[in-house]
């Protein structure tokens, strides 16, 4: 965590990419944006061996911002 601290993921210079799966609604999820520590993390979660990372995501439903959480876990899950 304290090597990506300040890093984020739309500021690399070669643009980068990765996959996680949301354990909480069953639903894959490609991060392009982010802390880049959180992005890395979620993607190398296995459920039994590291625990799934917390995530909190703002969605627009029926012209309303709703706050969703999960539990994000690696994107082979569901890729």
């Given at each position: 965590q304290e090597?990506?601290?300040?890093?984020?993921?739309?500021?690399?210079?070669?643009?980068?990419?990765?996959?996680?799966?949301?354990?909480?609604?069953?639903?894959?999820?490609?991060?392009?944006e982010?802390q880049?520590?959180?992005?890395?993390?979620?993607?190398?979660?296995?459920?039994?061996?590291?625990?799934?990372?917390?995530?909190?995501?703002?969605?627009?439903e029926?012209?309303?911002?709703?706050?969703?959480s999960?539990?994000?876990?690696?994107?082979?899950?569901?890729?």
């Amino acid at each position: 965590q304290e090597t990506f601290a300040r890093r984020r993921c739309e500021d690399m210079l070669v643009p980068f990419a990765c996959t996680s799966t949301d354990i909480l609604n069953f639903e894959a999820k490609s991060h392009r944006e982010g802390q880049l520590w959180r992005i890395i993390r979620a993607s190398m979660s296995l459920v039994g061996f590291v625990p799934p990372l917390p995530h909190l995501e703002k969605r627009v439903e029926d012209g309303k911002f709703k706050v969703c959480s999960g539990l994000l876990v690696d994107g082979g899950y569901t890729n």
